[in-house]
């Protein structure tokens, strides 16, 4: 599976952003998928992650409310819908995929894309 995240670029504070997720691979549909953000300096940190159907969805407490994940197995796609962004938000965004269609809070994502910068402007 090869992964390309797209659709980041620079915001105010209080806008919002769509990124997309785009993936290559049968495996696709079946395997659960994931978006994770690295700001500057920190360590990369979970934001959300979404079952093969898109039964069963998880967000990171500092996004809960303002971000929603979606996918669309046809068309290879996943997304981040991202609202109410706030400066905190600014992060290089990675998109991640695992061969089993669920996921847990510990599991490990196999594979990975080249991240997309978003930046928040206050």
């Known amino acids: 599976v090869q992964l390309q995240a797209s659709g980041g670029g620079l915001v105010q504070a209080g806008g919002s952003l769509r990124l997309s997720c785009a993936a290559s691979?049968?495996?696709?549909?079946?395997?659960?998928m994931a978006w994770s953000r690295q700001a500057p300096g920190k360590e990369r940190e979970f934001v959300t992650a979404?079952?093969?159907?898109?039964?069963?969805?998880n967000y990171a407490d500092s996004v809960k409310g303002r971000f929603t994940i979606s996918r669309d197995n046809a068309k290879g796609l996943v997304y981040l819908q991202m609202n109410s962004l706030k400066p905190e938000d600014t992060a290089v965004y990675y998109c991640?995929?695992?061969?089993?269609?669920?996921?847990?809070?510990?599991?490990?994502?196999?594979?990975w894309g080249p991240g997309t910068l978003v930046t928040v402007s206050s």
């Open positions: 991640a995929g695992r061969m089993s269609g669920s996921f847990s809070l510990t599991s490990v994502w196999t594979y």
């Open positions: 691979g049968r495996t696709f549909s079946t395997g659960a």
């Open positions: 979404i079952n093969w159907s898109g039964g069963s969805i």
